[in-house]
Nanobody, 124 residues
Framework: QVQLVESGGGLVQAGDSLRLSCTASTRTFSSVAVGWFRQTPGKAREFVAT????????TYADSVRDRFTISRDNAKNTAYLQMNSLKPEDTAVYYC?????????????????WGQGTQVTVSS
């Protein structure tokens, strides 16, 4: 069982930056892939970014590429999502997820473990 806790959300203005953190309570964090997803009311949860177990393989959604950076520190059991040049359309609840395989995944169905989410609000 993997428990995930997100932090770092908040209210910012367009153009600002935020860094989200996802801390896992598992000794096997270094062997699992991590993904970030986001969801707005009435819409399906959408893929944002994913990173494999070592950090060597990363994939981004087109909407965030060149603005967001996913990373991980396996020694701290933590993954990060650095979000720069935020836009109002980035407003959502952001979720961290983990899967019991090493490779990255961009579909929410591939992930068995989810955090509780953290709200990011970007004002114009």
């Amino acid at each position: 069982q993997v428990q995930l806790v997100e932090s770092g959300g908040g209210l910012v203005q367009a153009g600002d930056s935020l860094r989200l953190s996802c801390t896992a309570s598992t000794r096997t964090f270094s062997s699992v892939a991590v993904g970030w997803f986001r969801q707005t009311p009435g819409k399906a949860r959408e893929f944002v970014a994913t990173i494999n177990y070592s950090g060597a393989r990363i994939t981004y959604a087109d909407s965030v590429r060149d603005r967001f950076t996913i990373s991980r520190d396996n020694a701290k059991n933590t993954a990060y999502l650095q979000m720069n040049s935020l836009k109002p359309e980035d407003t959502a609840v952001y979720y961290c997820a983990a899967r019991d395989v090493a490779g990255p995944g961009s579909s929410r169905e591939e992930y068995a473990y989810w955090g509780q989410g953290t709200q990011v609000t970007v004002s114009s």
